[in-house]
């Protein structure tokens, strides 16, 4: 079993074939992705690669993950993963991995964490329609409402319910 890399996502682009059509293609970097360490089944009941990637400033590390990169001689990394490995697969402490580690037309397996998008309303995060800007029923309608997951109905008739709504006129 071969280890993997820890890359960042770039974007997304497209690649012909020989016969024009075109194959939807993940762009990835791979940002100094080298060989921390190595778990061995003497020792850790398992045998894994630690891989790092990117890089850290030293004042904000702790002083064992110092430690930890010192042993190793390579410079602070800002990720460390462990990839599982045969023993026959073990790279040397220290080795960086480039692109050529994968054969072309090889398959892999991908995990990613999103990147968020914080708090997201109803509009955005369930696709609600909303009100509409200018409702004749409704003259005075402040502009939270038109963005509120829920009915108006069902804010209007108990108006203690919503403090922020504005009453509405008897006009209407």
């Known amino acids: 079993m071969r280890s993997g890399v820890i890359a960042q996502k770039v974007g997304m682009t497209r690649v012909f074939t020989e016969t024009g059509e075109h194959v939807p293609v993940t762009v990835l970097k791979l940002g100094n992705c080298q060989v921390l360490g190595h778990r061995t089944t003497e020792k850790n009941g398992y045998v894994a690669l630690q891989l790092g990637s990117g890089t850290r400033k030293t004042v904000y590390l702790p002083k064992a993950e110092r430690g930890q990169f010192a042993v190793a001689k390579v410079e602070p990394k800002r990720k460390v993963t462990e990839f ?89």
């Not at 960086?96 to 964490?113: L, M, N, P, Y």
């Not at 029923?137 to 922020?164: E, G, N, Q």
Request: charged share 20%; with cysteine.
């Open 84 to 172: 599982r490995v045969s023993e026959d697969a073990l790279i040397p402490v220290g080795a960086e991995i480039q692109a050529d580690h994968f054969v072309v037309g090889q398959f892999v397996d991908v995990t990613g964490t999103s990147v968020g998008k914080g708090f997201a309303g109803g509009m955005k995060r369930w696709n609600f329609g909303g009100l509409r800007l200018a409702d004749v029923r409704i003259p005075a309608r402040p502009s939270r409402t038109r963005r509120c997951p829920v009915t108006w109905a069902s804010i209007a008739s108990p108006r203690s319910i919503c403090a922020w709504c504005k009453p509405m006129s008897s006009a209407a």
